[in-house]
């Protein structure tokens, strides 16, 4: 954490955290579906893990573009 960034830098940063957040999402929900039906242990991890990734995302969108999100109930 040496390193000074100016805020474009920054800025790309998190859009490219975002953006690997929301391939990890895909690829752990992918993965969920396909462990459910034969491995239920690995299919509720891939679950956990997903929910994990799509809790990052929701943050990175706040951040992004606040007040854009619908808030939940």
């Known amino acids: ?3 000074v960034v ?5 800025l790309r940063r998190i859009q490219r955290a975002r953006a690997c957040a929301r391939e990890e999402l895909r690829t752990w929900r992918g993965r969920g ?3 459910g039906r ?3 242990d ?3 991890d891939a679950h956990v893990r997903a929910l994990a990734y799509e809790a990052v995302l929701d943050v990175l969108d706040e951040v992004l573009t606040p007040g854009h999100h619908p808030a939940e109930p």
């Not at 100016?6 to 920054?10: F, M, P, R």
């Open 6 to 10: 100016d805020s474009d830098e920054l």
């Open 38 to 40: 034969t491995d239920p």
């Open 42 to 44: 690995a299919g509720r």
């Open 33 to 35: 579906e396909e462990l």
């Open 1 to 3: 954490m040496a390193d």
